[in-house]
């Protein structure tokens, strides 16, 4: 049919899908780099040091995630091209689940309680806190962050519904999520070098080189001066130049219906500035709790690349874009010893240990 044939409206609405399919959405790639110490290295037996005195070592993690802006085709195959110096791979598959058509069960609503929010660097607690809140009514009233971690403990173990052989075509793939063959990074893994991303519906393929610069940072090292949950406890942790912020909380129960949580400072992202190096937990404010969990996350530096190649103030249309995080978290018990010493009087049984675990990470 040659173009001179077609009316003005047709005209008009082809060249119209044809400007949408130039300026679709790119597909995206999130790289994240993670160096996991204290608890969240050590899993179980790392738990099991701590209440005898000792911290777990540190280890290394990688996520990576493709998203595309539609649904994939059902012969789809997609992998990551990693260096040597990973040791591991090289190819590393990615791979998702078909997603939920919208039909999933509503929520079973939220728990009677509430919640107490400190926040704030010294030795006491700054005049007009806490804040109190309602777990029925909170929603909205602090950022999503604090709602995880108000609400952690409570949903363990209360999977939805899963998407299953009725759900949509996944848009979104994943590692090492579906990896049966993964067994973790070894510890001297390096991200340095090329790396490629190959899928069948992408072209071309994403490729980005990292230097020194991006690769895994140096353990938090999160210390605690004391671990006495009634008094102020100092925190300090190791100095790293790549860290331009770190965040910091804690959170512990006073019983069932009652979360106590402390953040290093609100309304900042990051919580504190890289040059940052102490922060004491407020006197107190686990005083009723058994047990108090304190996290620190480090934001190292973060990379983007994107295909074609933008100059300044350029917008061309992307075809893919990617971005590398490289980050740090570590994590610490308070009251972990007395609590040891408590289950260790009342019984030396393991079921015990069950129970102190389970005090721990709320299940």
Known sequence: MRLSSLSPAVLVLSLGVAHLSAVAAPVSYEMNLRTLSGLGAGGMGGVMGMMFGSKPGASRSMDLRLTNPADLPPDY??????????????LLPLKGERRSGGQGGGSDGEADGRVLIYWGCGPVVAKGQPEILDFRTMAGKVSPEVMAMARQGRSMGKGGPGAGADGLPPRSLHW?????????????????GEHVVKASFLTPDIRFTLGAAMDFLEPINLKAGNTNLRSAVPLSWDASTRVRGYDLNAVAANGDKEVVLWLAARNKSPMLPGSQRECTVPEGIFA???????????????QGFAYPPQKPAEKKPLVWSAVVRVTGYDSLALGLEQAAGDAAVESAAPAGVGGLLKGIFGR
Not at 288 to 302: D, N, T
């Open 77 to 90: 195959s997609a992998s990551h091209q990693v260096p040597e110096t990973m040791g591991i791979g090289p």
């Open 176 to 192: 090492p999520a579906g990896d049966r063959d993964f067994k973790g990074l070894p510890d001297g893994a390096s991200a340095v």
């Open 288 to 302: 009723k709790a058994e047990m108090a969990m304190v996290s620190a996350v480090a934001h190292g530096p973060s």
